[in-house]
């Protein structure tokens, strides 16, 4: 089994912020896959479905942010699960809008909901860090990462967002290469080898043979 936690705020005026891309994975998933509907425990919600062989777990906790540990804490005592069977999704400012990373263990970097985490856990979880890019200062994140992602971030998000969901099967057998390259596919697709290659530029016509004799073109240059 696996326990799959995406961070974010509860409320609908959090729902677009970039703080709360783990919760838009966490539905997009459990739209694509034909969970069950979202429902209260564990401090959050959860919704459970399966992956292939494996059962799922989908939670977002309801605690904030800075305590989003207490949620995750709460469901890994009831299923009896160990840190290695998490999987946490979530805002990463150090990554370029529209890049994913996996990584196991490890410290936060700052990241107020992965410290919580660890405070209840652990470190030895799996985290799937969802680029979203930088502000450009410190001082400027926290206005950052609590607004609305911009209308010219709407392609490349659901580019990401779908690319998951493609891969989250892969992700839960413990193909996080195979997770990987279905997200690549929806950001960057590959050029398909059936595409027809654009014609070249016809090259210039040929200059018409100069008839003329030597003499003759001697003569003409001096007309």
């Known amino acids: ?33 034909g969970f069950g509907p979202w429902r209260a425990k564990f401090q959050g919600e959860i919704a459970e479905g399966r992956l292939g062989p494996d059962k799922v777990v989908l939670l977002k906790p309801g605690t904030f942010m800075n305590e989003s540990g207490r949620a995750v804490r709460a469901a890994v ?15 990463e400012l150090d ?15 700052g990241h107020n909901g992965l410290r919580s985490i660890h405070a209840h856990i652990g470190a030895d979880y799996d985290r799937v860090r969802l680029g979203i890019g930088h502000p450009g200062h410190k001082d400027r994140v926290a206005g950052y990462v609590l607004h609305d992602f911009a209308k010219a971030d709407q392609d490349w998000l659901d580019d990401v967002l779908r690319g998951v969901s493609d891969g989250i099967a892969e992700l839960v057998a413990g193909h996080g290469d195979r997770f990987l390259n279905a997200v690549a596919q929806r950001v960057a697709p590959a050029r398909s080898s059936t595409t027809a290659p654009k014609p070249k530029p016809a ?10 004799s030597p003499m003759q073109k001697l003569m003409d240059r001096f007309k």
């Not at 005592?77 to 805002?91: Q, T």
């Not at 990554?95 to 970097?109: D, I, M, Q, W």
């Not at 090259?203 to 003329?212: L, T, V």
């Open 203 to 212: 090259a210039p016509a040929p200059e018409p043979e100069d008839a003329r």
């Open 77 to 91: 005592d009831f299923h009896k699960l160990d840190p290695a069977e998490v999987v946490v999704f979530h805002d």
């Open 95 to 109: 990554l370029a809008p529209g890049k994913v990373r996996l990584k196991t263990g490890g410290g936060h970097a």
């Open 1 to 33: 089994m696996k326990l799959i936690t995406g961070l974010g705020n509860p409320g609908a005026q959090y729902a677009g912020h970039r703080h709360n891309i783990g919760f838009m994975a966490l539905d997009r998933i459990a739209g694509d896959h």
